[in-house]
């Protein structure tokens, strides 16, 4: 019968690594007599990091003192005490090949349910003294599992684990794991996990997102379970367009209509997305990278950019003032997850000055499908001399069956007719939308400066709408996400001091920075990155997660270590990447 070790608790503490502070408990220690495991911890015991570790499916983990010896031979490594993988309960027996999730078994007084595999993190790597740890875990099959607590109780080493009931469906951790993380991912498997109820939520959501994109059919490539960014694979590199024509769209705003400069056809863009455009304003400088949402109708022939031209902006300036009619542009193919999603449930539509271009493509491919679907077409700008695209969402909000508009000029000018070129002055808010009765049963996609972002979505999120209806498109540089790395105040990108002036010149595109590649002082694109203070998005630094997939715009990469699941084409994960060359990453 499997058998309890050992009980270990540790509450987070800062530790040092790679010069900077991270919140951790990944240190556990075995405790003495017998201690009560409640809810959503045993006594003593704490996470770091709640987004990652902690909460009621997360509540205990689990490790096998089987696979320890595994790790000390395949590490040739004698130094492991109880607690050393992080986990909570050592135990004896229940191998991750033979737990399901699902099973319930009782230890002391508390009775237990099985939930998920260990997720990854970097922080193992830390606790364990090799950095590799994270993807040995997921990749050997031995992940370890946590418990869900269904009845709190004393525990102590040397209980008995006793199993009292069968999770249906019998899928083990090895297999759950396996269906995430590794290649692969059998359609009939993931259905059959979504039938098992003591999934959590968020593993939930991965299956079904692997299912929504065609896990297991012939040419889809990366992992949707682990990256919104898996659903849109792209050739990376350059090509030519020609200029077709230029016009004004408003006072700051002009639109270049671009097209196919050879023979090769134009690959169709999914609403919502962009084009990267190269341009060298200096011959002999460097070329400036700008990403650009493509604005007009989805088109295998023609594409359209609508370009903000900012006083202090080296490339719209360089659009402005050099680029005429029959001009060849070097383009990249269009990418980015920020994409209309079919359904029929309501879809609004709401965006602040340039913002607007993506959600206009949206607009343009509803009109162009006759949809049915409600459309709330929701816009921002500062008066009509600066507002775009006024006349053609009129007209085509005007030819859906159920489209509504609504405008907004935060300060009106004494021309501006209401009702004609807007419908109320003011901000664009979340009590307009309680004004309008707008529904929130809808997908909401958003784009505009960060501020106005950032309200909106908090202002949803409090009217319930769920995160995953929420989709946002922000140009000017994800947010960072560095799990339990604190007190570092966050910086403008820059070139490092020591950057060594020449090897493969790496520019990260939306953050307008390119700087040279040095093997010999970053292992990764991530260190890279974090050395210039691009923001960045990483957990397990190994491979697994898939945190850190990016846009590999142009160029190419060979990993070390591979990742488990490779990404998808056209993308990159930065933690475990290296340049062959030059290469530009949408970050
Ligand atoms: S941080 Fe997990 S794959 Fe890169």
Same mark, same amino acid.
């Given at each position: 019968?499997?058998?309890?070790?050992?009980?270990?608790?540790?509450?987070?503490?800062?530790?040092?690594?790679?010069?900077?502070?991270?919140?951790?408990?990944?240190?556990?220690?075995?405790?003495?007599?017998?201690?009560?495991?409640?809810?959503?911890?045993?006594?003593?015991?704490?996470?770091?990091?709640?987004?990652?570790?902690?909460?009621?499916?997360?509540?205990?983990?689990?490790?096998?003192?089987?696979?320890?010896?595994?790790?000390?031979?395949?590490?040739?490594?004698?130094?492991?005490?109880?607690?050393?993988?992080?986990?909570?309960?050592?135990?004896?027996?229940?191998?991750?090949?033979?737990?399901?999730?699902?099973?319930?078994?009782?230890?002391?007084?508390?009775?237990?349910?099985?939930?998920?595999?260990?997720?990854?993190?970097?922080?193992?790597?830390?606790?364990?003294?090799?950095?590799?740890?994270?993807?040995?875990?997921?990749?050997?099959?031995?992940?370890?599992?946590?418990?869900?607590?269904?009845?709190?109780?004393?525990?102590?080493?040397?209980?008995?684990?006793?199993?009292?009931?069968?999770?249906?469906?019998?899928?083990?951790?090895?297999?759950?794991?396996?269906?995430?993380?590794?290649?692969?991912?059998?359609?009939?498997?993931?259905?059959?996990?979504?039938?098992?109820?003591?999934?959590?939520?968020?593993?939930?959501?991965?299956?079904?997102?692997?299912?929504?994109?065609? %896990? @297991?059919?012939?040419? *889809?490539?990366?992992? /949707?379970? #682990?990256?919104?960014? +898996?659903? !849109? =694979?792209?050739?990376?590199?350059?090509?030519?367009?020609?200029?077709?024509?230029?016009?004004?769209?408003?006072?700051?705003?002009?639109?270049?209509?671009?097209?196919?400069?050879?023979?090769?056809?134009?690959?169709?863009?999914?609403?919502?997305?962009?084009?990267?455009?190269?341009?060298?304003?200096?011959?002999?400088?460097?070329?400036?990278?700008?990403?650009?949402?493509?604005?007009?109708?989805?088109?295998?022939?023609?594409?359209?950019?609508?370009?903000?031209?900012?006083?202090?902006?080296?490339?719209?300036?360089?659009?402005?003032?050099?680029?005429?009619?029959?001009?060849?542009?070097?383009?990249?193919?269009?990418?980015?997850?920020?994409?209309?999603?079919?359904?029929?449930?309501?879809?609004?539509?709401?965006? %602040? @000055?340039?913002?607007? *271009?993506?959600?206009? /493509?949206? #607009?343009?491919?509803? +009109?162009? !499908? =006759?949809?049915?679907?409600?459309?709330?077409?929701?816009?921002?700008?500062?008066?009509?001399?600066?507002?775009?695209?006024?006349?053609?969402?009129?007209?085509?909000?005007?030819?859906?069956?159920?489209?509504?508009?609504?405008?907004?000029?935060?300060?009106?000018?004494?021309?501006?007719?209401?009702?004609?070129?807007?419908?109320?002055?003011?901000?664009?808010?979340?009590?307009?939308?309680?004004?309008?009765?707008?529904?929130?049963?809808?997908?909401?996609?958003?784009?505009?400066?960060?501020?106005?972002?950032?309200?909106?979505?908090?202002?949803?999120?409090?009217?319930?709408?769920?995160?995953?209806?929420?989709?946002?498109?922000?140009?000017?540089?994800?947010?960072?996400?560095?799990?339990?790395?604190?007190?570092?105040?966050?910086?403008?990108?820059?070139?490092?001091?020591?950057?060594?002036?020449?090897?493969?010149?790496?520019?990260?595109?939306?953050?307008?920075?390119?700087?040279?590649?040095?093997?010999?002082?970053?292992?990764?694109?991530?260190?890279?990155?974090?050395?210039?203070?691009?923001?960045?998005?990483?957990?397990?630094?190994?491979?697994?997660?898939?945190?850190?997939?990016?846009?590999?715009?142009?160029?190419?990469?060979?990993?070390?270590?591979?990742?488990?699941?490779?990404?998808?084409?056209?993308?990159?994960?930065?933690?475990?990447?290296?340049?062959?060359?030059?290469?530009?990453?949408?970050?």
């Amino acid at each position: 019968m499997a058998r309890l070790l050992a009980v270990n608790v540790g509450l987070p503490r800062d530790i040092l690594w790679n010069d900077r502070t991270v919140h951790t408990s990944v240190w556990k220690d075995p405790v003495q007599g017998r201690r009560m495991v409640r809810r959503l911890n045993i006594d003593g015991d704490g996470q770091g990091d709640l987004a990652g570790h902690g909460g009621e499916h997360r509540a205990v983990f689990v490790y096998q003192i089987e696979s320890y010896r595994y790790w000390e031979k395949r590490l040739g490594r004698s130094d492991f005490t109880y607690g050393q993988l992080g986990e909570n309960f050592t135990i004896e027996g229940l191998p991750d090949d033979e737990v399901c999730v699902g099973d319930r078994y009782r230890i002391g007084s508390a009775l237990f349910e099985v939930t998920q595999p260990r997720v990854t993190c970097y922080r193992v790597g830390i606790r364990m003294n090799e950095p590799r740890m994270a993807a040995l875990l997921t990749s050997s099959g031995r992940p370890g599992f946590y418990l869900r607590v269904l009845q709190e109780g004393e525990v102590g080493a040397g209980d008995p684990i006793v199993k009292v009931a069968e999770g249906p469906e019998r899928m083990t951790i090895e297999q759950i794991n396996a269906l995430l993380y590794l290649p692969g991912h059998p359609r009939s498997q993931l259905e059959r996990a979504l039938r098992i109820g003591a999934l959590p939520a968020g593993w939930r959501a991965s299956f079904e997102a692997l299912l929504r994109g065609g %896990a @297991g059919q012939a040419g *889809t490539t990366g992992n /949707a379970g #682990l990256s919104t960014a +898996a659903l !849109t =694979a792209t050739t990376p590199g350059f090509f030519p367009l020609r200029v077709a024509r230029i016009d004004r769209e408003s006072l700051d705003v002009l639109s270049f209509s671009l097209e196919a400069a050879d023979d090769r056809p134009l690959a169709t863009p999914l609403p919502g997305q962009f084009i990267v455009l190269r341009v060298r304003p200096e011959p002999s400088g460097p070329p400036l990278y700008r990403s650009y949402s493509l604005s007009g109708p989805p088109s295998a022939e023609r594409y359209r950019v609508s370009v903000k031209i900012e006083p202090e902006g080296r490339a719209g300036a360089y659009l402005k003032s050099r680029v005429r009619v029959g001009d060849v542009l070097d383009a990249s193919a269009p990418r980015g997850s920020f994409v209309l999603s079919a359904g029929e449930d309501p879809v609004v539509l709401l965006s %602040a @000055g340039i913002g607007a *271009t993506p959600v206009l /493509a949206m #607009l343009h491919s509803l +009109a162009a !499908t =006759a949809s049915r679907r409600e459309v709330w077409w929701l816009h921002g700008a500062r008066n009509r001399e600066s507002h775009s695209f006024g006349l053609d969402v009129r007209r085509l909000v005007a030819a859906l069956a159920r489209g509504r508009i609504h405008v907004c000029y935060s300060r009106p000018a004494a021309g501006d007719k209401l009702g004609q070129d807007y419908d109320a002055a003011g901000h664009l808010d979340i009590a307009t939308l309680d004004a309008l009765a707008v529904p929130r049963d809808g997908d909401f996609y958003l784009c505009g400066p960060p501020r106005f972002l950032h309200d909106l979505i908090a202002g949803l999120a409090t009217r319930g709408v769920p995160p995953d209806r929420i989709h946002t498109e922000i140009f000017a540089g994800l947010e960072a996400m560095t799990p339990g790395v604190v007190g570092a105040p966050p910086r403008a990108p820059h070139v490092p001091s020591d950057d060594p002036g020449s090897g493969p010149l790496i520019s990260f595109a939306r953050s307008g920075l390119a700087v040279h590649w040095s093997p010999s002082k970053h292992r990764s694109l991530l260190e890279l990155a974090e050395a210039c203070d691009v923001p960045v998005r990483w957990s397990c630094r190994t491979g697994v997660c898939h945190s850190c997939e990016s846009g590999l715009v142009s160029g190419s990469v060979a990993y070390d270590p591979e990742p488990l699941d490779p990404p998808a084409e056209g993308n990159v994960l930065i933690c475990c990447s290296r340049p062959r060359g030059d290469v530009v990453i949408d970050i």
